[in-house]
């Protein structure tokens, strides 16, 4: 007797701890609320109108582009929320609200919708929708521009203490980045965007989610130790003083939320093994190498981009089956 059976392909994630999407959306938020308020006490009441026109805006859309198509909301998830929380920590503290409206935009309807939702899309909605508004409007999005020019502020930011170019990125060069203690990269005492300063946060918060199972620590693992090779090899062998080392590399810019929280998102990263390695790996090294040698001073959102162009290409890498095929006598 003849039994159909149906094969069914679902949506990302294909690996998870089980949980509700909703579930990990709000651990991931509050995995990342030590940066964003160490963010917020730093800047002030700007910050916290960056962060609260991101995560608003972000979910409006959604709510819109649900009614526009006819689909139950899915603001409840907590997936719309957490994307402009995650795109609110890589603005500095002042950003014209028209610029946030348009990036939550982009973010949702090309990050998201027009692949079918949360899961099916190839790019991480948060790094797709960052760099098409960068490449727009670059210059609303930069530190310097928010911030009164040439300072470094200390852990209260009560004066400046150094009379420092603020962006921590001059061609990466060993002598902009001895400006910056392994101890001040890690407290925040220099200026970044609002969610990346507070380099110890965003490791305590990454450290959670692997823990409770919700990032898979050979992506975050594979990525640093990328960018530390790299860095590591530029420093030792580039001409003296050109290349800053690896602790900077590592600790400064947007290296740190990409290692511990773009690697969470699911649809747009591997599931296997040795995928997760390459991926890792080559956006480590694409990111030192657009830092050292490219135009572009922060290279992880190009990176990440690069490497989710592969993503699918690279998921393809399996172990070969156990045991022979026998053919039948």
Excluded at 186 to 198: R, S
Excluded at 273 to 297: E, H, K
Aim: hydrophobic letters at 50%.
């Amino acid at each position: 007797m003849e039994t159909n059976k149906k094969f069914v392909v679902s949506y990302a994630p294909h690996c998870h701890n089980g949980d509700r999407i909703s579930k990990k959306s709000y651990n991931m938020m509050l995995a990342a609320l030590p940066a964003v308020f160490f963010g917020i006490l730093q800047y002030g009441i700007a910050a916290l109108s960056v962060i609260c026109l991101c995560v608003s805006t972000a979910m409006a859309w959604e709510l819109i582009f649900n009614r526009i198509m006819k689909q139950p909301p899915t603001i409840g998830d907590g997936n719309a929320a957490l994307t402009g929380l995650l795109l609110g920590m890589l603005m500095p503290p002042v950003v014209p609200w028209w610029v946030i409206l348009t990036m939550t935009f982009v973010t949702i309807l090309i990050g998201k919708v027009i692949w079918g939702g949360m899961g099916g899309n190839p790019f991480n909605p948060v790094i797709l929708g960052y760099a098409i508004t960068r490449l727009s409007w670059g210059g609303f999005m930069d530190v310097d521009a928010s911030l009164a020019p040439g300072y470094i502020f200390d852990f209260n930011m009560a004066n400046p203490i150094v009379a420092v170019k603020s962006a921590i990125w001059d061609g990466a060069g060993a002598d902009a980045a001895s400006a910056f203690s392994t101890k001040a990269l890690l407290l925040g005492q220099h200026c970044g965007t609002i969610g990346t300063m507070f380099g110890l946060g965003l490791i305590v918060g990454g450290l959670y989610l692997i823990i409770r199972g919700y990032l898979r620590w050979e992506l975050c693992l594979s990525y640093l130790a990328g960018v530390i090779v790299t860095a590591t090899l530029f420093s030792a062998f580039g001409p003296e003083g050109k290349y800053a080392g690896a602790t900077f590399h590592v600790l400064a810019g947007f290296t740190l939320i990409a290692a511990f929280f773009f690697m969470a998102e699911d649809s747009s990263t591997p599931i296997n093994l040795i995928p997760m390695v390459i991926y890792g790996v080559g956006a480590g090294v694409l990111t030192i190498l657009i830092r050292n040698i490219g135009n572009y001073a922060d290279g992880v959102i190009y990176a990440f981009l690069l490497m989710n162009v592969l993503n699918p290409l690279l998921d393809n890498i399996r172990p070969k089956a156990l045991g022979k095929v026998v053919e039948n006598e």
